[in-house]
């Protein structure tokens, strides 16, 4: 794997671009060209066939009666839409070498997105319900199975585990995730504490349905974008924070 350094480019054509033996992978300024897009768009509906929101939704209810883990109603499930996902991080101006996290990730359908369409150092996703991190580490394994080899290998390093996202390490991370619509206040509430404490300056908080006031975060460029969502019509908030 060879990768250009973005700084010895000309700013038109400033981007990463990663050879591996057989397959030529191409970032502009760490959005992919369309044509990765496509076929990694490909793959990811492949990875995900049998997955689909109300297949995540229905794994989530009966997790959740068996043993609730988190209170009210934050562990139903849902997702964006792959041009949703992808057009978010967008927004967020991702760069070369960032790390990605998604407090409460699901499938990991978010974080396994990011990493194959992204040249970030790491993706990372948390997930407090054991079914739901269980087929986000299957998914992980079929992409691993779908990519030839080389091609998996030039991917940012991906972690899914299952656990809380209260316990998770959120200081080295550039933009931080989190599908909030369902969260209860009370957690909402602890949510914005933690990531007001452990943030870095300059990193950016996406967050779906609700919006925080703080005085620890300011609007990013792009405050709010409409999302689409991959099992409804239905388009939701997400609003964007840069941390001061
Ligand atoms: C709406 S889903 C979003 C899934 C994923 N982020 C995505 O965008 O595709 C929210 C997820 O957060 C999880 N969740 C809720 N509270 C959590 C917590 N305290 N720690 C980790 N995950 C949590 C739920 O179980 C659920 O899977």
Redesign the pocket.
């Known amino acids: 794997m060879s990768a250009a350094c973005p700084a010895i480019l000309p700013g038109h054509l400033r981007g990463l671009r990663r050879t591996t033996g057989s397959v030529r992978v191409r970032y502009f300024r760490c959005n992919a060209t369309d044509d990765l897009l496509a076929r990694r768009g490909s793959v990811y509906e492949s990875i995900y066939q049998d997955m689909d929101r109300d297949v995540g939704l229905e794994i989530?209810e009966k997790s959740h009666k068996d043993a609730p883990r988190?209170p009210g109603d934050?562990?139903?499930?849902?997702?964006?839409s792959w041009e949703g996902m992808y057009d978010l991080i967008s927004l967020a101006q991702p760069e070369e070498g960032d790390v990605f996290l998604?407090?409460?990730?699901?499938?990991g359908?978010?974080v396994l997105s990011t990493a194959m369409t992204r040249c970030f150092k790491e993706c990372r996703g948390?997930?407090?319900?054991p079914e739901?991190a269980q087929k986000a580490s299957a998914a992980l394994e079929r992409l691993a199975q779908e990519l030839d080899p080389e091609e998996f290998a030039s991917l940012p390093r991906i972690s899914l585990v299952e656990g809380?996202?209260?316990g998770a390490d959120v200081s080295d991370a550039d933009i931080v995730y989190c599908?909030a619509?369902?969260?209860t206040a009370e957690v909402l509430q602890g949510f914005i504490w933690k990531v007001e404490a452990e943030m870095k300056s300059g990193a950016r908080l996406l967050i779906i349905s609700k919006q925080v006031e703080s005085d620890y975060f300011d609007p990013w460029i792009v405050p709010y974008k409409s999302v689409e969502q991959a099992h409804s019509k239905w388009n939701l908030d997400c609003f964007l924070y840069v941390h001061k």
């Open positions: 989530a988190v934050g562990w139903f499930y849902g997702e964006l998604d407090m409460g990730s699901g499938l359908k978010m948390v997930e407090i319900l739901l809380d996202m209260f599908f619509t369902c969260l």
